[in-house]
């Protein structure tokens, strides 16, 4: 039963409301274009490729209604994403492909297995890399920061149609300088090797 200070407050001032989702939405609604509703499928249309690896950006980073970002990743077939960390939490539902991912036990790192339907949490600062080894593409939706969404936006390339594009030094500078600024550590040539990673973005040399 609504309180009788809603009541009162409701006479007073005929478009508030008690119902807390329209309250929320008011509220959203100040100062702003538009309002936050629930949205199916949603997408930016953006996606961006890291040296392979695809990005799609179903939420932005810039939205103030979110406090993480929903983004679709893809892997190729036969491509690795080097031994790495950052500071920001990473959760991945695999969708279609099947992927190993670098996990740290005791004692090593070790490499596991994901199918579709499986869900693998990646906690902050905990090293990780993915590679496929598979004839099919990996598809993963990716919850993550907005801090890192923001990188995966700065540090990605417009990607090609027709093929792949080639990496130069000077893109792998890039990354490496964007990944410093941001505090984000990448492997050494030698401990991607150590892993049976046969590549290195590294901004340690």
Same mark, same amino acid.
């Given at each position: 039963?609504?309180?009788?200070?809603?009541?009162?407050?409701?006479?007073?001032? %005929?478009?508030?409301?008690?119902?807390?989702?329209?309250?929320?939405?008011?509220?959203?609604?100040? $100062?702003?274009? =538009?309002?936050?509703? +629930?949205?199916?499928? %949603?997408?930016? !249309?953006?996606?961006?490729?890291?040296? =392979? &690896?695809?990005?799609?950006?179903?939420?932005?980073?810039?939205?103030?209604?979110?406090?993480?970002?929903?983004?679709? =990743?893809?892997?190729?077939?036969?491509?690795?994403?080097?031994? @790495?960390?950052? &500071?920001?939490?990473?959760?991945?539902?695999?969708?279609? =492909?099947?992927?190993?991912?670098?996990?740290?036990?005791?004692?090593?790192?070790?490499?596991?297995?994901?199918?579709? !339907?499986?869900?693998? @949490?990646?906690?902050?600062?905990? +090293?990780?890399?993915?590679?496929?080894?598979? +004839?099919? %593409?990996?598809?993963?939706?990716?919850?993550?920061?907005?801090?890192?969404?923001?990188?995966?936006?700065?540090? $990605?390339?417009?990607?090609?149609?027709?093929? %792949?594009? &080639?990496?130069?030094?000077?893109?792998?500078?890039?990354?490496?300088?964007?990944?410093?600024?941001?505090?984000?550590?990448?492997?050494? +040539?030698?401990?991607?090797?150590?892993?049976?990673?046969?590549?290195?973005?590294?901004?340690?040399?």
């Amino acid at each position: 039963m609504e309180s009788k200070d809603n009541q009162d407050r409701s006479r007073r001032h %005929p478009n508030s409301y008690s119902d807390p989702i329209v309250r929320h939405q008011q509220q959203a609604k100040q $100062g702003r274009e =538009g309002h936050a509703t +629930p949205e199916k499928n %949603p997408t930016t !249309g953006i996606t961006v490729e890291i040296f =392979g &690896p695809t990005v799609e950006f179903l939420t932005s980073p810039e939205d103030e209604h979110n406090d993480f970002c929903m983004l679709k =990743g893809t892997i190729p077939p036969n491509v690795h994403i080097p031994l @790495h960390s950052h &500071p920001d939490t990473e959760d991945f539902l695999l969708i279609s =492909g099947t992927v190993e991912y670098l996990r740290q036990n005791e004692k090593k790192h070790e490499w596991a297995g994901a199918k579709p !339907g499986d869900y693998i @949490h990646v906690p902050a600062d905990a +090293p990780h890399a993915w590679r496929n080894v598979s +004839p099919e %593409p990996v598809v993963s939706l990716i919850i993550t920061t907005k801090r890192l969404a923001r990188f995966f936006q700065e540090a $990605g390339r417009r990607p090609t149609v027709d093929a %792949p594009q &080639p990496v130069k030094p000077e893109d792998i500078a890039r990354f490496a300088e964007i990944s410093a600024r941001y505090g984000y550590w990448n492997a050494t +040539p030698e401990e991607n090797e150590a892993v049976g990673i046969h590549l290195s973005f590294s901004n340690s040399d």
